[in-house]
Every structure is written in C-alpha cells, then in structure tokens.
C-alpha cells in the first residue's frame, strides 16, 4: 500500500482498469494494485456459506436487471427498476417476510412499497422513525435545534426502528427515506441484511445524484470551500407540513 497517496478510485482516468480488466493497468493509487493482501482477505469472507450465496444471488439479480445480454458486442440494456429488483432478490434468498423502516415523511410511498411487497407473496412489517414518541431533549437537543422551535419534537429513533424489526425476525430489510446519519444507525443495528429503496433529498424529490449531475451549474457552490451552502430560507416564515419532515 502506498500510505502517502491512499485509494482515490474516484480519481482514475485509465481505460483498461486493473479491477475491470485481465493485466490492466492502474495509476499510483489504484487499490487493485496496493491493497493485495487486503483483497485477499476480504474474498476469504466469500467463503463463508450464508456471504457466498448472498453475494452469488446478488451478481445474478446484477445481470437479469440487463436484458439481450447474448448479443455482441454487448449495449448496456437495462430494464428493471430497484423496486423490481428488491422484489426478485427477495424471493431468489428464499425471504418471506421483508421489514419496512420508513421517515414519517413517506408515508405515502412505505404504503405503496407495502402493496408492493405484498403482492408479491411477501409478508411485510413496518417501522416508522417516530416510533416511541421519545423527546429530542433526551438526546441532548436544544430548543433552537429543534424544526419546530418551541413545540414537542419526537426524535427519529433508527436503533427503536431496527430493534423492532429484528425482534419480528425479518428476513431481509428496507429503507425507505431514513435521514444522513438515521440510515447509518439503522445499517449498525439490524440484524438482518438491509437495502436502500429511497435516499432521502428533501429538496430534489429523493433523487440525491441530481445535485451531482448539477455540480457544475445549479449546485456548483457545492464546490466552493469553506462556504455556508445553507439556504437563506430560515429568516423567512416558513409553515412547515408537520408530516413532511
């Protein structure tokens, strides 16, 4: 490993990649290259039965998402969207009951995610965020902190959330819209292998790589060091949707 340059995979502008392609080539940071023993370590993991055929069963969800894959030479032709592919992954690990941990802001869509889910043949349990009615302040919160100042605040609880989901015994659960950092609590506590359906975006309608596609436009203060990207829209008077958040 080279410990002054690191893995910066997001920086290389080699055709032929050393991970994508037999005696490829890779830059000085290329990982495929420094990290030998640690790739060797992570693929014995792979040999774990329960990690080999969820990681087999994944790789084959990969390619059924890309249809006329017989001919060459090969265009990408995808077909199914992830709501889809949760679905038949589901049913391919042999899940019967899927966990549902949701924002009290998607109501809407963990009820359509539910049908769903149901329809398929898959028994479904739900958790919202709010669950346990527990008061911000028993994290610390402030008053100013608060989205609502001055009124009763219950906090997200990802740990109730997944605690709940895993005294059900889900087989396999997901996220829809949990905030930054709620998903990050939830993925610690489950027990049971989890998946994204939605990332929550508040202003780009949970669509978070529209902010990257715009980095160069719209969204290019992003790129700005040391600025405040905070929106103005806090001296105004805002009515907040109390179900929205």
């Known amino acids: 490993m080279n410990d002054e340059v690191g893995s910066q995979c997001a920086l290389c502008s080699v055709k032929d990649r050393a991970c994508q392609t037999e005696n490829g080539t890779g830059p000085d940071f290329c ?14 993991e792979y040999e774990k039965p329960e990690i080999k055929e969820f ?10 998402c890309y249809s006329n894959r017989h001919i060459k030479p090969y265009v990408f032709h995808p077909v199914k969207p992830r709501v889809q592919e949760i ?51 028993s994290i610390g919160l402030r008053e100013d902190e608060k989205i609502r100042i001055g009124e009763f605040e219950s906090m997200c609880s990802p740990i109730v ?5 895993n005294e059900e015994n889900t087989d396999f659960n997901i996220l829809v819209g949990l905030c930054v950092g709620h998903d990050s609590l939830f993925f610690k506590y489950s027990e049971a292998f989890t998946t994204v359906l939605i990332s929550k975006d508040r202003v780009l309608a949970h669509n978070p790589a529209a902010a990257l596609y715009t980095s160069g436009t719209y969204y290019a203060r992003l790129l700005r060091p040391g600025i405040d990207i905070r929106e103005d829209i806090d001296r105004e008077e805002v009515t907040y949707d109390k179900t929205r958040e």
């Open 161 to 165: 959330q997944a605690f709940i989901l």
């Open 55 to 64: 990681a087999r069963m994944a790789s084959i969800q990969e390619a059924e």
């Open 87 to 137: 679905c038949e992954f589901a049913k391919k690990m042999g899940y019967k009951k899927l966990g549902i941990a949701f924002c009290a802001g998607l109501y809407s869509e963990a009820k359509s995610l539910t049908n769903i889910l149901r329809a398929q043949g898959f028994e479904v349990v739900s958790v919202v965020c709010k669950t346990g009615c527990t008061p911000k302040e």
């Open 31 to 44: 990982p495929t290259k420094n990290y030998g023993k640690t790739v060797k370590k992570a693929i014995k």
